[in-house]
């Protein structure tokens, strides 16, 4: 069965511009942005994949979307460690981290769109897309597009400690390591 977004999901429409970082995103499970060329807000559900005319038979369509499991700042050296001598090596990169690959039912091709640069759309517009300018968000729903996107930029920002290591440690053994005594007297 394939899975498509759930109606309320923020997804940001992605151009990859080669099968070989398709490739990296189905194997190894993450997707690269230039930070210099980012869209303003990354915390989205899903991205959807817009395909180049680098992928001959497969050229401009949508026809993969992945879940959005976080993101963190890298260089691309760090990304691309056979790249070093590449000159964009040491510029900063957001690096997604994703779920699988999913195929969507039916692609979505470009019709007269060719050249695509990260847009924002919902899982409701992506579900009933049959071209790309099907997934543009009608000017009416824009407001509530940007406020979740902008709710989301804020909680993105703020930093959260999920199931904290929670364990004892003998007092002898601090006492060892770091010469902590417990004191034993009365606190006055």
Same mark, same amino acid.
């Given at each position: 069965?394939?899975?498509? =977004?759930?109606?309320?999901?923020?997804?940001? $429409?992605? $151009?990859?511009?080669?099968?070989? &970082?398709?490739?990296?995103?189905?194997? %190894?499970?993450?997707?690269?942005?230039?930070?210099?060329?980012?869209?303003?807000?990354?915390?989205?559900?899903? %991205?959807?994949?817009?395909?180049?005319?680098? !992928?001959?038979? &497969?050229?401009?369509?949508?026809?993969?979307?992945?879940?959005?499991?976080?993101?963190?700042?890298?260089?691309?050296?760090?990304?691309?460690?056979?790249?070093?001598?590449?000159?964009?090596?040491?510029?900063?990169?957001?690096?997604?981290?994703?779920?699988?690959?999913?195929?969507? =039912?039916?692609?979505?091709?470009?019709?007269?769109?060719?050249?695509?640069?990260? !847009?924002?759309?919902?899982?409701?517009? %992506?579900?009933?897309?049959?071209? $790309?300018?099907?997934?543009?968000?009608?000017?009416?729903?824009?407001?509530? %597009?940007?406020?979740?996107?902008?709710?989301?930029?804020? &909680?993105?920002?703020?930093?959260?400690?999920?199931? =904290?290591?929670? !364990?004892?440690? &003998? =007092?002898? $053994?601090?006492?060892?390591?770091?010469?902590?005594?417990?004191?034993?007297?009365?606190?006055?």
């Amino acid at each position: 069965m394939v899975s498509t =977004p759930p109606e309320t999901s923020l997804v940001l $429409v992605a $151009v990859i511009t080669s099968p070989n &970082d398709l490739e990296i995103a189905r194997v %190894l499970g993450w997707y690269r942005i230039p930070i210099r060329s980012a869209p303003k807000v990354i915390a989205v559900d899903y %991205l959807a994949f817009y395909q180049t005319s680098a !992928f001959k038979n &497969d050229r401009w369509q949508i026809k993969y979307v992945a879940q959005v499991k976080g993101h963190e700042l890298t260089t691309r050296a760090e990304l691309l460690k056979d790249q070093l001598e590449h000159p964009h090596a040491d510029q900063e990169y957001y690096k997604i981290q994703l779920g699988p690959l999913t195929p969507l =039912p039916k692609p979505i091709p470009a019709g007269k769109w060719r050249r695509i640069t990260f !847009f924002y759309t919902t899982g409701a517009y %992506l579900n009933k897309a049959k071209t $790309v300018n099907d997934l543009v968000v009608a000017s009416n729903e824009r407001k509530t %597009l940007w406020n979740a996107l902008h709710e989301r930029a804020s &909680d993105s920002q703020k930093y959260y400690v999920e199931n =904290p290591l929670e !364990f004892k440690i &003998d =007092p002898a $053994v601090l006492e060892e390591i770091f010469s902590i005594r417990e004191n034993t007297e009365e606190y006055k």
